[in-house]
């Protein structure tokens, strides 16, 4: 806490004055190089991830510390801790490797493999619990995308990495689909939907570094993800546990219609057919922006989808509105009432377009 009386501006510790640089450059340098990060103490062990953290910028002067802060990150340390108070080292790591992003080309390969089990999709069974939260393993994923896709190499080997990070996800994907669709106990469907859920979003969360200057084509990730699509977009026809199955899926053809563009035109037809069936009125209200997004995205490309889509959608939006319900049930008539505002609203973006 000594180094928050520095006066710096923007964080730049390491930089500008040197007599001040260098004190706080030799206490982050004895800081790493010590043994603190093994000290039995959860609460000691925290702070020191935390601290390497928020000093990030000390790396970018002295990267050759980098690799012993990795592997108490990737250790016993760190994600593998045993006690539950040290699980915030998942966003602690996201948080240094995207800080560092470049400075981590040598390391990628080797931080991939070690992180492979932390990525294991395993609902709990037999009370048994994965090491890391799904939380926890959403910023894991999310950091392996960055490392991939932010690294130097070819966009063959970029490929590669992507599809070796999410085939076993996809394999786990359809093994779990099939036990939801033979399992009768609702406790244990539940269980299932939400490992289901996760699945398609620790999907997702890889897509998140994508960009204009890196996009999923540059980097010949496309294939990979069409792949994700086509195993997922299965569970929108699986008739138990559809709201969580659902909105998972819609989020996925969100974060698709972005970064796959045209490429995941083929796939809305049949999923927005898997979508509109069996609906409530809250399914109906976040299917609209959906196609709202592929209208406003791909106009005069959709036309067809669109003229095909129309009168379904609107028969399944008058079919639930027109739904008997109890007099006092506020719930359900704050949800029509929603429903009507997005079903003019989806009026409105067809009138302009």
Same mark, same amino acid.
């Not at 007599?19 to 103490?41: E, G, I, P």
């Not at 539940?190 to 570094?209: E, P, Q, R, Y």
């Given at each position: ?6 006066p710096v501006s ?9 007599s ?9 340098r004895?800081l790493v190089?010590?043994r603190?990060?093994?000290y ?18 000390f ?11 990795l592997?108490?990150f990737?250790?016993h ?5 045993s ?6 080292t998942?966003? =602690?790591?996201?948080? $240094?490797?995207?800080s *560092?992003? /470049?400075? &981590?080309n040598?390391?990628? !390969?080797d931080i991939?493999?070690?992180i492979q ?22 910023f894991?994923?999310?950091?392996a995308?960055?490392?991939?896709v932010n ?9 590669a990495?992507m ?5 076993? =996800?996809?394999?786990? $994907?359809?093994?779990? *689909?099939? /036990?939801? &669709?033979l399992?009768?106990? !609702? ?5 299932l939907?939400d ?8 999907a ?5 570094a ?7 084509k ?6 990979v993800?069409?792949?994700c ?9 699986c008739?138990?546990?559809k ?5 998972g899926?819609?989020?996925?053809l ?7 563009e045209?490429e995941?035109l ?11 069936k ?33 009168m379904?959608?609107l ?9 008997p ?11 029509k009432?929603?429903l009507?505002r ?12």
């Amino acid at each position: 806490m000594l180094t928050e009386a520095l006066p710096v501006s923007h964080g730049a510790h390491f930089s500008g004055d040197v007599s001040k640089a260098s004190v706080l450059q030799d206490m982050m340098r004895t800081l790493v190089t010590s043994r603190v990060s093994s000290y039995q103490h959860t609460s000691v062990t925290l702070e020191f991830f935390e601290t390497v953290v928020r000093y990030e910028k000390f790396f970018t002067v002295e990267p050759q510390h980098i690799p012993c802060v990795l592997m108490a990150f990737l250790s016993h340390r760190g994600l593998r801790h045993s006690s539950a108070k040290v699980r915030r080292t998942a966003y =602690l790591f996201s948080r $240094f490797v995207k800080s *560092l992003n /470049k400075q &981590m080309n040598p390391f990628i !390969e080797d931080i991939l493999n070690r992180i492979q089990d932390l990525l294991e999709l395993s609902p709990p069974e037999n009370g048994y619990q994965s090491l890391l939260r799904s939380d926890d393993q959403l910023f894991i994923y999310e950091t392996a995308g960055v490392l991939i896709v932010n690294s130097e190499y070819p966009a063959e080997r970029k490929q590669a990495l992507m599809r070796n990070l999410l085939t076993p =996800l996809m394999e786990k $994907f359809k093994i779990l *689909l099939e /036990k939801l &669709m033979l399992t009768q106990d !609702e406790e244990r469907q539940a269980s299932l939907a939400d490992c289901l859920n996760h699945a398609v979003g620790f999907a997702s969360g890889t897509s998140k570094a994508f960009s204009n200057k890196q996009t999923v084509k540059q980097c010949g990730c496309s294939e990979v993800y069409l792949d994700c699509l086509q195993t997922f977009l299965p569970a929108l026809s699986c008739p138990l546990q559809k709201d969580i199955l659902r909105s998972g899926v819609r989020t996925f053809l969100h974060h698709m219609i972005i970064c796959l563009e045209e490429e995941v035109l083929p796939f809305i037809p049949s999923a927005s057919e898997h979508m509109l069936k069996d609906c409530e009125a809250k399914d109906l209200q976040e299917f609209i922006p959906l196609i709202n997004q592929i209208t406003a995205k791909f106009k005069i490309q959709v036309s067809p989808f669109l003229q095909q889509m129309f009168m379904p959608l609107l028969h399944a939006i008058f079919e639930v509105l027109l739904r008997p319900a109890e007099e006092n049930d506020q719930s359900a008539a704050l949800e029509k009432q929603m429903l009507r505002r997005s079903y003019f609203a989806f009026l409105q973006s067809q009138a302009v377009e």
